[in-house]
């Protein structure tokens, strides 16, 4: 059975720095693909970035230059650098894989940015 970990969330200031990890209870190398999305209050859940166990990558637009997603294969753990946090960078951010057909989701992580 799959597990996703996520940690590393917390309150930050406009303009500060956060690093998230997700960490899979198997080998990462299972998965086709490792994403980070992200939920605000009241709104959808939304795409964030995408890494492969080769190290390609892919950020969404909102978050491009600021965010940046990295694999440790050997660790079995995705991380995602939050860099210029904006308030409304504020969300539960979840990390998500695809295993035997089905979804599979961490728990969240919460980041708070403040102004």
């Known amino acids: 059975q799959v597990q996703l970990m996520e940690s590393g969330g917390g309150l930050v200031q406009a303009g500060g720095s956060l690093k998230l990890s997700c960490a899979a209870s198997v080998s990462i190398s299972t998965f086709k693909n490792i994403d980070w999305h992200r939920q605000a209050p009241g709104k959808q859940r939304e795409f964030v970035a995408r ?42 951010y979840y990390c998500r894989v695809v295993h035997g057909g089905v979804d599979v989701w961490g728990q969240g992580t919460q980041v708070t940015v403040s102004t």
């Not at 909102?62 to 753990?77: A, E, L, P, Q, W």
């Open 51 to 92: 890494i492969n166990p080769g190290g390609d990558t892919y950020h969404a637009n909102s978050v491009k230059g600021r965010f940046t997603i990295s694999i440790d294969n050997t660790k079995n753990t995705v991380y995602l650098q939050l860099n210029s946090l904006k308030p409304e960078d504020t969300a539960a």
